[in-house]
């Protein structure tokens, strides 16, 4: 990638020239403090950052933390997977934001057709059982309501997206759940907050997440997502 392609909407200096007091914080709580604390790997923080952006539909940001998510780690095709996955969850037209940025990032980086998911690639095993047991609770909840939806939760989400490999299960759920809370959608963190302590995401990485996203989807989302983390904490304890 060329050093002088740009890789931020907007420089520390513009930033100093209308808010002298947002640059000082972004430098110093956000990429000297925030982004070095242990609790979270940087490509975490990528992922969790990259997720928020999108379900907010930001792409103000998605420059910057686009290439910075590449720049630690996170692969080529997982920045497209967690674009295909968040269509699902925070609408085709976050998606396609995404995808406007994306594209060039890739172009200027290099990036081709290779080193993406394939369209219908080999998926993951089901878990037959867990899958009947979702599947259970939404034809109770939905069916009476909206067939068509419990179709396309079964058939779409849960028997094909959460299947595709390019994407680890433990990062589609952490994507999923920063996601939801970025946008406010509490209501569905319980579900989806277990499904990602299942596949591996630690309560420790959990509580930071929770931090984080302070910084990019604001105080009060967090705050009215922690009494639903605290409940599935203390269930999980029980």
């Known amino acids: 990638m060329n050093s002088s392609t740009p890789r931020s909407a907007l420089t520390p200096d513009e930033i100093r020239l209308v808010s002298p007091a947002?640059?000082?914080?972004?430098?110093?709580?956000?990429?000297?403090?925030?982004?070095?604390r242990p609790e979270l790997s940087p490509r975490d923080r990528g992922i969790v950052t990259v997720a928020a952006l999108i379900a907010r539909n930001q792409t103000i940001g998605m420059l910057h933390y686009f290439n910075l998510a590449l720049d630690h780690g996170v692969?080529?095709?997982?920045?497209?997977?967690?674009?295909?996955?968040?269509?699902f969850y925070s609408g085709w037209s976050n998606a396609l934001s995404?995808?406007?940025?994306?594209?060039?990032?890739?172009?200027?980086?290099?990036?081709?057709?290779?080193?993406?998911?394939?369209?219908?690639?080999?998926?993951?095993?089901?878990?037959a059982a867990?899958?009947?047991?979702?599947?259970?609770?939404?034809?109770?909840?939905?069916?009476?309501?909206?067939?068509?939806?419990?179709?396309?939760?079964?058939?779409?989400?849960?028997?094909?997206?959460?299947?595709?490999?390019?994407?680890?299960?433990?990062?589609?759920?952490?994507v999923t759940v920063s996601a939801l809370i970025a946008s406010g959608q509490v209501a569905q963190v319980p579900f989806h907050l277990n499904?990602?302590?299942?596949?591996?995401?630690?309560?420790?990485?959990t509580s930071e997440v929770l931090t984080h996203l302070a910084f990019y989807a604001g105080w009060p989302n967090v705050m009215s997502a922690v009494p639903v983390v605290k409940g599935v904490f203390e269930k999980r304890q029980g």
């Open 22 to 36: 947002l640059a000082k914080y972004t430098t110093a709580a956000i990429a000297e403090g925030l982004w070095k």
């Open 130 to 174: 867990a899958e009947a047991e979702r599947a259970k609770r939404v034809e109770q909840d939905a069916g009476p309501v909206s067939p068509g939806l419990v179709q396309y939760t079964g058939d779409l989400l849960f028997r094909d997206l959460w299947l595709r490999p390019a994407l680890a299960p433990r990062d589609r759920s952490l």
């Open 75 to 87: 692969k080529p095709g997982e920045l497209s997977e967690i674009i295909t996955h968040l269509a």
């Open 98 to 127: 995404a995808v406007a940025i994306a594209k060039d990032i890739f172009a200027q980086r290099g990036i081709g057709p290779d080193q993406l998911p394939p369209e219908a690639p080999d998926l993951l095993p089901l878990d």
């Open 195 to 205: 499904k990602a302590m299942d596949n591996g995401l630690t309560r420790a990485q």
